[in-house]
């Protein structure tokens, strides 16, 4: 059995919703925003310190090169409580900015 793919372009939020049912399914905005964000990071070389404002989440290896911090440090904090990542079933973590960013204020 084959899984539909999708074009994740082709779901629209409008203003205020946070999810909507697209062929037959619920989709919620975060999801496809986490899944936009992600798409974008790995097929472009944006440098880590002028990362785009409509980016609001990123992987586990670009979270490090923004922080300055090596991946093995991001997860050390992660499991001591410090920064808290989204988890997705059977995929690379995922680290808000916003939370990356109130993190990197606390500890400058």
């Keep these: 059995m084959h899984k539909k793919w999708?074009?994740?372009n082709q779901i629209y939020f409008p203003d205020g919703v946070s999810s909507v049912y697209f062929?037959?399914?619920r989709v919620?905005?975060?999801d496809i925003q986490i899944e936009r964000?992600?798409?974008e990071l790995m097929s472009s070389n944006y440098d880590s310190s002028n990362l785009p404002d409509h980016i609001k989440y990123l992987p586990?290896?670009?979270a490090a090169e923004y922080l300055g911090l090596s991946e093995s440090t991001l997860i050390r904090y992660q499991?001591?409580?410090?920064l808290k990542w989204i988890t997705r079933?059977?995929?690379t973590p995922i680290y808000s900015r916003?939370?990356?960013d109130n993190f990197k204020e606390k500890n400058q």
């Design 6 to 8: 999708i074009d994740i």
């Design 23 to 25: 062929e037959g399914r």
């Design 28 to 30: 919620k905005k975060e």
């Design 37 to 39: 964000s992600f798409l």
């Design 60 to 62: 586990r290896k670009q």
């Design 79 to 82: 499991e001591k409580g410090k």
């Design 89 to 91: 079933r059977n995929r």
């Design 98 to 100: 916003e939370t990356l």
